[in-house]
């Protein structure tokens, strides 16, 4: 066969593998070339297909990889492989032969090693000497036949190995042993070793296609620090020690993981635009971080390694007792490879799993999170002994043991802060947001003389009015069973009962993606018609309005918006009518145990005035000020992740105008009206956070006030480090993909504000209420509600306890 002539314009594609990675491949590849042809390994005229082609896709099962590389390769076709590129190392070996003799780019989708987290994490540690490397990769499903862990999932981090090994961080990687933990080898664990400098580093990587937990992080151990790279984790890098260097710790964090598979494409198209591959370090690179992948897999594989049927296999919170699960696994394993395999997959229509455990649809590797196993319980109540506060409270120079007075030992600043006298209350209520203000209104039947306490300059200022003014009704929740039923049980009664903020004057629509959605079209419909929550098949012109290649479905559902500044008015009237004292610009300091009560320091901002009230019942409603409050009490902190998100106010065209679309449920955008500024707005799942953080890490942002950290960044200085841009574009870009008209959207201003929520629910996206009583201070209670139609179940816990 004579080559083809070299040429830069490449653009027929042909892709190998109609199954279900093969169409979520195929978008990506079609932004860059013409599809040829769609095939698969039985396609009869397959070799004269390839000679048209110039690319070749290949997204089959593993042991087919081989045999169609080779020949896509000698009919000079660049080729993709979809990881891994073989079964072994000297399979691999002969591709990269015929593909330097045929000067062809032989690639493939190991999509950790462009990850921009990964690398930067690498980066921060060359020059660095480690103690030692974890890594843990799991998930529950998929089952593909005669495929270890190791080839679906582990391949990932032994890529990772190998392109350390690539930047020279460490050398002479080894597996030194690799135990499978049970019989079909769903579950392993792997040893290996390398060397940096004289020194040995151990490495251990542990993977399991058993377990409900779905993991994806890398540990890199110094001697004084670890940093983290968690794939799932909008903001993936972090320290999980109390003290980093300050060099690194400047490089933090990374504020979006971005699109790897992308980023694949991307890379592969850049390395065809190559002048000369043998002297493009980027593609040699790659090359030798495949075929080091393709000598540890080997390596791993034909390793005389332990079987441990017995075993018990703890990963995360979740154990598997493989001695009493055999029967299960092989059951689940002969079901699942039936309807499941790369070449072919269909979603079950028969059944509707309650936590929508939509995970038999999505890859091993992309983006679509698998369910875990969600505790997702309605009230989650803390006891007193979780915490206990020491004996010594300091904030700023002042100085308070339990019981003494206070003594200021801070510098004198020109307006000296005064004190004044204790004053007692029945019960005091601290943040005027919309929780803290119902609950004051509520509490005021029981409890005579309240104080609510907000340091803005009046209520609902913050996140209360700073969201999409969503009126919940179940569907936006339909991986946490609980937080859905929970939506829909009180959607009716938080309707009439704010009936003059609610907003009804609009169609919503639900519509289920194609590609990485986490719970499929069929599953989300007969979630919420098995449990009698309004959901029907939408119009016709709905539907029209939607780009079919990449909408699988779409509904018309019951749910409305809020105007917050009604919302607002309704509730300063009932506390008005309740006689509820409220102290606005005030911030309440810290909290201690006084005498058998709880004492409040609080500071007024305009009189500068520092005061110390009393009360047998304290309740924190700070939202994302929680853990900054127990902070700077001494007391444990809750464990709480934050979120510096944006809401884009938009202008919507005509064909929009009263219709309101969710498109669910991954990385995808939410277009509602939002009545407080007669406009609407735009979120997006990847892009609304700006960046993301622990509330009980010990580096200066998980310390930090996240209202304070918010102010600094809405009123920027020269010192600040991080300017705040808008990421409507990008929202806007990737939203009209799904509707066209979007494109049409007129950008008027962004709301920022600080999204709080429980690390526990980041795979499911439940809000459960976090209600925990006596906590470390007898009478001190600490109270966060996921969303703002939950509060009845707030208040109903309030009644029985108080």
Known sequence: MQPRQQSHNFNKALLIGSGYF?????????????????????????????????????????????????????????????????????????????????????????????????????????GLPLESICATITQYGKFYENESVLEVLGVHYLSVFALMQELGIITDVEVQECVFLDQKKLSARLRLCAKQAERSIPISLECSLLSHKRQRVLRLFGKKSCLQVNMLDPAPLSYVDSSPDHALESSLPIFDEGDNLAHSLATFMSFIASDNLAKNVHYVAHTNICERTACLLDSALLKKHRLMPNASLVLGSHSVDFGDCHTWQSKAYNESKKADSRESHSASAECVDCRATASAVSRNDDEATQTQSPSD?????????????????????????????????????????????????????????????????SMSRTHKKLLLIEKERDLLLRASVHNQARVHNGYHYPRSLSTALSSARHFARFCDEFAPAIDSSFEKYYAIAKYGSKTSATQFYRLFKQFSIPIEPASDMARSLCDNALIEDVFCVQEYAFNANILRQILQESLCKNRIQIALNTQALRVFSDQGEVGVSVLESSAQREQIFHAPLVLNCTYAGINALLHRSNLQPLPLKYELTEMALVRPPESLSKISFTIMDGAFFSLMPYPARDCYTLSHVRYTPHCAWSGTTSTALGNTDPYALLDSLLHPSPTTPYKLESKFPLMRHDAMRYIPSLSKLQYIDSLYEIKTLRTHNEIDDGRPIIFAKDYGIPGFCTIMGGKIDNIYEIIACLHKHF
């Open 22 to 126: 093969g169409q979520i491949l195929r978008p990506y590849i079609a932004k860059h070339c013409e599809i040829l042809a769609i095939a698969n390994t039985s396609t009869s005229d397959l070799p004269a297909l390839l000679r048209q082609a110039d690319l070749c896709f290949i997204a089959t099962p593993l042991h087919s990889h081989f045999e169609l590389a080779r020949a896509a390769l000698q009919a000079h076709c660049h080729t993709f492989i979809e990881k891994p590129a073989t079964s072994n190392a000297q399979e691999y070996s002969e591709l990269v032969s015929l593909a330097t003799a045929h000067s062809r780019v032989l690639f493939t989708d190991y999509i950790y090693t462009l990850s921009p987290s990964i690398r930067h994490a690498l980066l921060l540690c060359q």
């Open 377 to 441: 319980s309605k009230i989650l109540e803390l006891e007193s002994w979780l915490c206990k506060p020491c004996a010594e409270i300091r904030l700023g120079g002042l100085s308070h043991k339990h019981g003494e007075a206070i003594h200021d030992s801070s510098p004198k600043a020109e307006s000296p802060i005064t004190k004044k006298a204790a004053t007692h209350y029945d019960c005091i209520i601290i943040g005027g947001g919309f929780f803290g203000a119902y609950i004051a209104s």
